[in-house]
């Protein structure tokens, strides 16, 4: 069957230090991959896309990085700031297809 | 960024009763917007497809008949929980691509609708 899975459903870490958050997936041939963020009652909103011929993304202090023989991505945010707390979603998109979307990994970054 | 504005934020409704919830792409066309459902700490689950001046595509297991959607413009798309159950009771995002994004851009998402169904 076809899953997203994010690796965990919250991650704490301490102000300064990156982190790391996973989405794997299995039987999906996606042309491309985005990351969102969410906060608590508002819409995702758009942080980053990459597509199957790119390895590496990066947007200030974001890098995503997309391997497709191992079908998993990875979200990097370095110095990670308390304002960076929230819930961060993947979301596949295969062609001619909508969006799915993983479950989030909820972030917490203490001060 | 494109906005995407959606209404109302919270709604309260007893049982029974119908709720429109209205989205609104404010700088763009949308030719196509999406309606999600999400639960507390699940995924957005795609529910139907709103295509303008057409029938909307509705995801399997989605009752076309109880969600009503119409997307009568290029910049609205509504979306009416008929006969309403607490069920029912979920919170509701629309989302659209700005046309000149293609097929892989970014989707924009509304506030969200947050329906309680008494």
């Known amino acids: 069957s076809q899953k997203i899975e994010q690796n965990s459903e919250a991650l704490n870490i301490q102000e300064g230090k990156t982190a790391t958050l996973t989405c794997n997936y299995t039987?999906?041939?996606?042309?491309?991959l985005q990351w969102y963020r969410q906060d608590p009652g508002r819409g995702p909103v758009f942080l980053l896309l990459?597509?199957?011929?790119?390895k590496e993304k990066r947007k200030e202090r974001l890098k995503v990085t997309f391997d497709t023989t191992l079908k998993q991505s990875l979200f990097h945010i370095t110095a990670s700031q308390p304002a960076d707390s929230a819930t961060y979603l993947c979301?596949?998109?295969?062609?001619?297809?909508?969006?799915?979307f993983g479950k989030g990994t909820t972030l917490s970054v203490s001060s | 960024g494109a906005v995407v504005s959606q209404h109302p934020s919270r709604v309260i409704c007893k049982s029974g009763t119908s709720v429109k919830i209205e989205c609104r792409s404010l700088?763009?066309?949308?030719?196509?917007m999406f309606w999600y459902r999400q639960f507390p700490k699940k995924s957005l689950m795609l529910m139907a497809t709103?295509?303008?001046?057409?029938?909307?595509?509705?995801e399997q297991g989605v009752e076309k008949d109880k969600f009503l959607i119409n997307h009568a413009s290029l910049t609205l798309s509504t979306l009416t929980v008929t006969s309403a159950h607490p069920e029912d009771s979920s919170f509701y995002i629309c989302?659209?691509?700005?046309?000149?994004?293609?097929?892989?851009?970014?989707?924009?998402f509304g506030e969200g609708s947050r329906l309680t169904v008494l």
């Open positions: 990459i597509r199957e011929n790119e």
């Open positions: 700088d763009f066309q949308a030719t196509t």
């Open positions: 039987n999906y041939s996606p042309a491309y």
């Open positions: 989302s659209a691509r700005s046309g000149d994004r293609g097929n892989t851009g970014e989707l924009f």
């Open positions: 709103s295509n303008e001046g057409s029938k909307a595509t509705y």
């Open positions: 979301a596949l998109g295969e062609a001619g297809t909508a969006l799915i």
